[in-house]
């Protein structure tokens, strides 16, 4: 394989602390030195200077709809989304059709990536049968197979019972459950935020409290049984209360999505089926607790949740509208401009939450670019200014409520393992 030398750009590296103007050398598919002084005789040169140069993100909680929904998205369309929005690595959740919740499912998920993907894909398998919430999935030979977790979500676990026997037989394995905190009782009927907004449009609402009630239930459980870590946190008092259940050293960590410290339930004021999502959009007090939270370390991860959806299923009266928001491409920029240009994180605190925080969750072995590590590398121009156009997007669904926003930061180079998938904001070779 080619050997690569990225110049002169600004090399961010959370796990060790690195934040340096100099370069970085990449050889049969490793990072071979980082530092002023690498000599790449013969290598093919990138020139990144006034860019970022970091791990390859990494996105805990995607939505492929493959196998079953090829309309919505295909592996093959979903990682060339990922790709272009600068992860090399994503967790495809497990309700597709059918679920991920045997080992022929992940056998086929893995080996379409294989085939199809030019990112890496790591499958996350259905804790229950079917995501009923009732009778556990074959969850050891899937781990045998190569998923990396355990996850009903889009369902809760209503059944504590249930989840109790998942935690158990999980901690065996020390892989993390990924909760979906939401009480189907508190929620049922709803479509959006309960609240003043809910009112004033006439949509049924869900309270907050169907998230929060399931986030309590989840930290004690993991105070017992084991290791919890819990999906897209929306609300100010789930993050308070994971907050707490940190630092009693009970074993959870979080994450949550760009659309939870970008948007609030106003965004569905004009029944915008885009900015429907579930958990749904909240309250500016919530986004302002939500990033809070990522700045103090209560929450341990940025994940996107995309969750594609046709026109046939997004452009119908509201409560008839499906719930997701496709996020790979809108991501980073979304970060930059929220978070980092906000002054609410470093680039170094969200850079965290997009590598090595996942990986150590999730066990990958991978979000850093130390000598000898998987040559995963994302290059960013953090001022470019570009608008969000879905028609542009390389997933197969333009379900984003953020059509038409001027945001600030673009990935201009994607390499996956060495190999060089985005240069300067395009898929190669296509
Ligand atoms: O809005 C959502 N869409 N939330 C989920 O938890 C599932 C997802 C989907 O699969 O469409």
């Known amino acids: 394989m080619r050997k690569l030398l990225i110049k002169n750009g600004r090399v961010i590296d959370p796990a060790s602390g690195l934040d340096k103007v100099c370069d970085v050398l990449v050889e049969d598919g490793k990072v071979r030195g980082i530092g002023s002084r690498v000599k790449g005789q013969g290598a093919r040169r990138i020139d990144a200077k006034g860019m970022l140069v970091v791990p390859g993100l990494i996105d805990m909680h995607v939505h492929l709809r493959d196998p079953g929904r090829p309309d919505k998205e295909t592996i093959a369309s979903g990682t060339r989304a990922a790709a272009l929005g600068g992860f090399t690595s994503i967790c495809c959740m497990a309700n597709t059709h059918p679920p991920i919740d045997n080992l022929a499912v992940v056998k086929f998920v893995r080996s379409r990536a294989e085939a199809e993907g030019v990112v890496n894909v790591y499958p996350i398998g259905a804790v229950t049968k079917e995501l009923k919430g009732e009778v556990l999935s074959e969850m050891g030979l899937m781990l045998e197979q190569g998923a990396v977790a355990f996850s009903d979500d889009g369902k809760p676990i209503m059944r504590a019972d249930v989840l109790r026997r998942a935690l158990e037989y999980a901690s065996q394995f020390d892989v993390p459950l990924i909760s979906h905190c939401e009480d189907a009782n508190l929620s ?89 999502v579930n958990p749904p959009l909240k309250t500016q007090k919530d986004v302002k607790a939500v990033i809070k939270g990522l700045a103090d370390g209560t929450i341990d991860a940025i994940a996107t949740d995309h969750a594609p959806h046709n026109i046939e299923e997004k452009d119908v009266e509201f409560n008839q509208a499906s719930s997701g928001i496709i996020g790979l491409e809108t991501a980073v920029a979304l970060i930059i401009t929220k978070l980092v240009a906000g002054k609410a994180l470093t680039i170094m605190q969200v850079i965290e939450k997009l590598t090595i925080n996942p990986a150590k969750i999730l066990k990958l072995g991978k979000g850093t670019l130390q000598s000898g590590s998987v040559a995963d590398i994302t290059i960013i121009d953090p001022k470019a200014e570009w608008t969000v156009n879905p028609s542009q997007f390389a997933s197969k669904s333009k379900n984003t409520p953020f059509t038409g926003w001027k945001l600030q930061g673009k990935v201009m180079w994607t390499i996956v393992g060495g190999k060089v998938v985005v240069r300067n904001g395009e898929l190669v070779g296509e």
């Not at 309270?207 to 100010?236: N, T, Y």
């Open 188 to 276: 049922s009927g709803g479509s959006m935020n309960e609240g003043a907004v809910s009112t004033q449009i006439g949509l049924p609402g869900i309270p907050s409290l169907a998230e929060e009630v399931m986030v309590a239930r989840d930290i004690l459980m993991a105070e017992k049984f084991g290791r919890v870590h819990i999906a897209h946190v929306s609300s100010a008092r789930s993050v308070d209360l994971i907050r707490q259940a940190k630092r009693k050293g009970i074993p959870v960590t979080c994450e949550t999505c760009p659309h939870y410290f970008s948007l609030t339930e106003e965004a569905v004021r004009e029944y915008d089926t885009n900015a429907k």
